[in-house]
Every structure is written in C-alpha cells, then in structure tokens.
C-alpha cells in the first residue's frame, strides 16, 4: 500500500510517499481503508527527533493520528463494528504508545496511508453518522476532542474577554465559535489576511502575534501555538484570578509564568475524560462543532502536505484524502 513514510528523524522534507506492507489486524482490531486524514504537529515534531529519548521512533514510520474510513477487516473478538462500516476518530501510531491515554489507549499503524490497523476497544473511535462528510471527520478528531476539553476547562462565563493565542490553527479555529457561542469577547491573534476568517468564526477583535499587541487584563488566555515553557507574556495579560490554559508541550510549570495569581491549566484528553468520538459527532452533526479545512491534498502528495503545515502560514487543518 502507499503511505507517507518517514524512513529517519529528520525534517518533513525528507519525508516520502512509498510501498509498504499492509497492515493485519490481530485480536480486538480492526483494519480500516483510510479515505482521509489529517495532519497534526505530532507528525512534524516526532519525526522531527525533539523527543527521540522519551518517545524512540522505529523506521519507517507512518505518520497520522487522525482519519475517517470504512472497516475493511476484523480481527478476532471485535464486536462493535462490521466490514463495510464508516468510521473515524483519532489514534497515534503504535510507537508512540507512551503519549496514549491509559483508559482509553488508542494506537494505530499510521493514518497517512491507504490502510491502518486500529484498537476497537476504545471511545475515541466511532462510526461515522451519514451527516458528517468524510473530510470534516478526518479534520475533526484532534481539534474536536482538544475545543470541548478546552472549553470545559476554562468555563467561560457570557461577557468575560478571552485572549485566544494560535488562533488561526486547526485548534484556534475549532474553539473559537464554541468560545463566542458561550458568550465570551473573542481577542484573536492573526495575521491582516486572516481578519475576515477569524471574524466570522467569531471573533470580536483580532491583533498581531507580538506580545505588545495582547490587552490587558482578559479573563481567560488559550494557548494554542506557543510553546509550554514561553508562556510568561501570555500570562501578563490576566487579570489577577485569570485562567492560563495550554495544550503545546513542554509541560508549562507555574513558576515559569512570572506570577502566581493566575490560575494554569495544561489540557491533554487522550482518556476521553470530557467525551469521545461519539460526543464529537453528535456537536458537529448538530452544528455545534466544526473544522476549518484550510488545505486539501491527495495521498501522493501527503509528503508536501507535512512541509507545507511545517513551513507555511496555514489556517485550519490540512486534509489528505486516498
């Protein structure tokens, strides 16, 4: 089958699209014909090498997490799905089992690719309602799971100001409509270019990325962009009491941010804890939730796909489809 392989750690421009063996399924999984994935950091910074200690990659690697398909084959004792089913959700490539969740552990063999083997087991899988179009589901797992994660966490109250940092994201995009529809004033980082987007996603005012340009005093600061330990402009912009919440790594610790009289969460659901694939379907089936597809490619240009996320400035999520 094709796959985008990264053959060594290295830069996503040495990623390629080549051969290699399809994978079977064993007991309590299944095989899935990929139809879309898409892309997330994860498939630039792994290969990447920056946590080539903690998290070993083996070669060649098939990058992926998230993807919608259809069930091509079970392994024995799975019960929750048929061949022929439509699926989608989220799952990381089997080498990095030591990021999955532990009750809701999701592994795979690689999204980018024709065909990947999946746990059943597990709710950050789901079938895919005849509502949702295939590209939306292959968008959504991440973005989704991370905009209600995020959203439950912060607990933004009708009229507070929220300063969104990374706006302009597959994240950005995602959580910026949930965090307007609960009645918060959206502040917006972008570029000109991206106004007119991030103004109809929701936004009530959308600055520069420079910390000079962030207001003073928000309520609540989302992190969506900047690393975990750089957090300490974002933090100046609370208010005392204010929430900081982040989902970039390294893990930020309290002490980086300056002061202590803001409230820090970091936020990572790989347990499915505020809901799984199913609860995600349901909000974009009804409207709630939503990617913005800010690019869309064929598999044998998935490789591009990967540089282009790394070195380009993208809106939204980038979708490959087989």
């Given at each position: 089958?094709?796959?985008?392989?990264?053959?060594g750690?290295?830069?996503?421009?040495?990623?390629t699209?080549?051969?290699?063996?399809v994978?079977?399924p064993g007991?309590?999984?299944?095989?899935?014909?990929?139809?879309?994935?898409?892309?997330?950091?994860?498939?630039?910074?792994?290969?990447?090498?920056?946590?080539?200690?903690?998290?070993?990659?083996?070669?060649?690697?098939?990058?992926?997490?998230?993807?919608?398909?259809?069930?091509?084959?079970?392994?024995?004792?799975?019960?929750?799905y048929?061949v022929?089913?439509?699926?989608?959700?989220?799952?990381?490539p089997?080498?990095?089992?030591?990021?999955?969740?532990?009750?809701?552990?999701?592994l795979s063999?690689?999204?980018?690719?024709?065909?990947?083997?999946?746990?059943?087991?597990?709710?950050?899988?789901?079938?895919?309602?005849?509502?949702?179009d295939?590209?939306?589901?292959?968008?959504?797992?991440?973005?989704?799971?991370?905009?209600?994660?995020?959203?439950?966490?912060?607990q933004?109250?009708?009229?507070?100001?929220v300063?969104?940092?990374?706006a302009?994201?597959?994240v950005?995009?995602?959580?910026?409509?949930?965090?307007?529809?609960?009645?918060?004033?959206?502040?917006?980082?972008?570029?000109?270019?991206?106004?007119?987007?991030?103004?109809?996603?929701?936004?009530?005012?959308?600055i520069?990325?420079?910390?000079?340009?962030?207001?003073?005093?928000?309520?609540?600061?989302?992190?969506?962009?900047?690393?975990?330990?750089?957090?300490?402009?974002?933090?100046?912009?609370?208010?005392?009491?204010?929430?900081?919440?982040t989902?970039?790594?390294?893990?930020?610790?309290?002490?980086?941010?300056?002061?202590?009289?803001?409230?820090?969460?970091?936020?990572?659901?790989?347990?499915?804890?505020?809901?799984?694939?199913?609860?995600?379907?349901?909000?974009?089936?009804?409207?709630?939730?939503?990617?913005?597809?800010?690019?869309?490619?064929r598999?044998?240009?998935?490789a591009?796909?990967?540089?282009?996320?790394?070195?380009?400035?993208t809106?939204?999520?980038?979708?490959v489809?087989?």
């Amino acid at each position: 089958m094709k796959a985008v392989v990264a053959t060594g750690y290295g830069p996503p421009e040495t990623y390629t699209v080549g051969e290699v063996p399809v994978p079977v399924p064993g007991p309590g999984q299944l095989q899935v014909r990929i139809a879309a994935a898409s892309v997330n950091p994860a498939d630039i910074v792994l290969p990447g090498g920056a946590f080539r200690d903690s998290t070993p990659l083996e070669f060649p690697h098939v990058p992926g997490n998230d993807f919608a398909g259809t069930v091509s084959r079970l392994g024995a004792g799975v019960t929750g799905y048929r061949v022929g089913d439509e699926i989608f959700g989220q799952s990381v490539p089997r080498a990095l089992r030591a990021m999955a969740g532990t009750a809701a552990r999701s592994l795979s063999t690689g999204t980018l690719a024709e065909y990947a083997v999946f746990e059943a087991d597990t709710p950050l899988l789901a079938h895919r309602p005849a509502g949702l179009d295939v590209a939306q589901a292959a968008a959504l797992p991440t973005v989704g799971l991370t905009a209600r994660a995020l959203l439950a966490t912060a607990q933004v109250r009708p009229g507070e100001t929220v300063l969104l940092v990374g706006a302009t994201g597959g994240v950005g995009t995602t959580v910026l409509p949930l965090l307007a529809a609960a009645g918060a004033r959206v502040v917006a980082t972008g570029t000109p270019a991206d106004a007119a987007l991030l103004r109809s996603l929701g936004a009530a005012e959308v600055i520069g990325y420079g910390p000079a340009d962030y207001p003073a005093g928000v309520d609540v600061a989302v992190n969506a962009v900047l690393p975990g330990d750089r957090l300490a402009a974002v933090a100046a912009a609370l208010r005392s009491g204010g929430r900081l919440l982040t989902i970039t790594y390294p893990v930020p610790l309290p002490e980086s941010l300056g002061r202590d009289d803001v409230r820090l969460h970091f936020v990572l659901d790989l347990d499915a804890r505020f809901g799984g694939m199913r609860e995600v379907a349901e909000q974009a089936v009804g409207g709630a939730l939503s990617a913005t597809i800010g690019r869309r490619y064929r598999l044998a240009d998935g490789a591009r796909a990967c540089a282009d996320f790394a070195r380009e400035h993208t809106t939204g999520k980038l979708v490959v489809t087989t």
